[in-house]
């Protein structure tokens, strides 16, 4: 009798732990079930019904945002005085020229033709026929140089615009590599700065499309390209396609020789200790203050191997090296033009010496607080503060100069100490232009340095980098 009833409890037991297992599956089925919009509405009613409205509504307003958004940035882009901005929101296109570059901006959807290079604008942005034409390089005062840059045509769409064989979601910028690319120093002021002041605001969020496609630039740069922008670059010589996109802006802002205005560029915070930032960032460099420099003291000599070379460059070294520098002389072009190896170079050195030249823009790598001494060549030591000793500072480097004298230049060994190509340098540029300048005292000059007046200069250097010495001593 008891086993009886111990059996009917254990059946009992085994049936209720059953039908709560098969409850338990049921309820983790019916909340684990993911279904289509549709199928939500019809089988669990109301409620999702209201969450997926919510949903899709959320989308919508993001869209709204995003939209806002891309409109306020392209305006950035336009000179806040004057009319341009207004024209850009009440026709959807505006072209600033406020500098020494010209800036056009579309706030409206548009088809880049690239095959012809033609930026096609809806024909209700503005009236009808409106055509303007511009090569795409940020300093337009050079006649010489913009007589080989591709001109782009932006124009109301009479006739019918083609129709799109790509649709993108971000803006474009049209600018070219051509120009002086090749040039560190062009490089850097004429394309690498005014992409940045154009496009950084965009955070990434935009198309490249460069006319003049240098292969050789895109390459060296292009790890700058690939922080700039998440896209490929186009490139209209390969692809001729019709590219469709909700904004475009053809041009880049140039604000002056290796630096940006802070006040007038498009987010009104970028300066140019921001741009060394983005290019530390970009090539991993580690050294952000010229106090975590090596002791002692890392020297970069920039030895020019063709023009402006230093007749005494062993006599210089010895001298560098007494005064407690451990000097790295840069004088193959090929290995200055790997910036993804040089740049770390640079960045481990305290003081940078160089002749007059392109080469001296790579102060950009340097450390914060580095010291930048350019050696000005006879008869080229006017109109070019603008090059380096007003740039340097802003991005928060020390600059020193050293100013050549007549007897340090090889000039004397043709001339004399007594020719006007000497003692009235400005006699050849007044007779000549800048042409015949350049060809004298860039073109034709040696330099041999006076190592007492230089030692000087270099002394300074080594107390501006906080390393005291006692001069007599060395």
């Not at 509504?57 to 341009?84: F, I, N, P």
């Not at 050789?216 to 922080?227: A, D, N, P």
């Not at 190509?421 to 060809?439: H, M």
């Amino acid at each position: 009798m008891e086993k009886g009833k111990g059996g009917r409890l254990l059946l009992f037991a085994t049936q209720t732990l059953c039908v709560f297992f098969l409850f338990h599956l049921i309820y983790i089925a019916s909340f684990n079930f993911k279904a289509t919009p549709s199928q939500q509405i019809k089988n669990t009613g109301r409620q999702i019904l209201s969450e997926w409205k919510a949903d899709h509504m959320s989308t919508a307003l993001k869209k709204d945002d995003q939209r806002q958004s891309l409109q306020d940035l392209l305006a950035r882009l336009v000179e806040v005085t004057g009319e341009d901005r207004t024209n850009l929101y009440s026709t959807g296109f505006a072209c600033d020229n406020s500098s020494w570059s010209l800036v056009c901006v579309t706030n409206k959807p548009v088809k880049i033709n690239m095959s012809t290079m033609q930026v096609h604008l809806p024909s209700s942005l503005a009236a009808k026929n409106t055509t303007t034409v511009i090569r795409p390089y940020a300093m337009q005062g050079n006649t010489y140089v913009m007589n080989d840059i591709t001109p782009v045509t932006i124009s109301t769409t009479e006739p019918a615009p083609p129709t799109c064989d790509h649709t993108h979601q971000h803006p474009a910028i049209i600018f070219s590599s051509g120009g002086y690319t090749g040039n560190i120093f062009h490089e850097f002021n004429e394309n690498l700065i005014p992409l940045f002041i154009t496009s950084r605001m965009f955070k990434s969020r935009v198309h490249f499309i460069v006319v003049d496609y240098k292969p050789s630039f895109i390459k060296k740069y292009r790890r700058v390209f690939m922080r700039l922008s998440d896209n490929e670059i186009i490139n209209p010589a390969v692809d001729t396609s019709v590219h469709c996109f909700p904004g475009a802006i053809t041009g880049l802002k140039f604000h002056k020789f290796l630096g940006i205005n802070t006040p007038k560029n498009p987010s009104d915070h970028y300066s140019m200790p921001d741009f060394r930032t983005f290019i530390r960032q970009t090539y991993r460099l580690k050294t952000q203050s010229v106090f975590d420099t090596p002791n002692p003291p890392v020297l970069l000599l920039i030895s020019r191997q063709t023009t402006r070379k230093f007749l005494n460059q062993e006599e210089m070294v010895n001298m560098m090296e007494e005064l407690g520098f451990q000097v790295i002389i840069a004088s193959s072009a090929k290995e200055m033009s790997n910036v993804e190896k040089f740049s770390h170079v640079i960045n481990s050195c305290s003081v940078m010496v160089g002749v007059h030249g392109a080469g001296l823009a790579n102060e950009i790598f340097l450390p914060d607080g580095a010291v930048m001494v350019q050696v000005r060549p006879l008869g080229f030591q006017w109109d070019v503060d603008s090059f380096y000793s007003e740039p340097g500072p802003g991005m928060g480097l020390r600059y020193l100069e050293y100013m050549m004298e007549p007897e340090e230049s090889s000039l004397a060994d043709v001339y004399g100490l007594d020719h006007p190509v000497l003692q009235d340098t400005a006699s050849v540029a007044a007779k000549g232009g800048y042409d015949a300048a350049r060809e004298m005292y860039l073109d034709k000059q040696d330099l041999r340095m006076n190592l007492t007046r230089f030692r000087e200069t270099l002394v300074q250097a080594l107390r501006f980098v906080g390393r005291d010495i006692n001069v007599a001593d060395v």
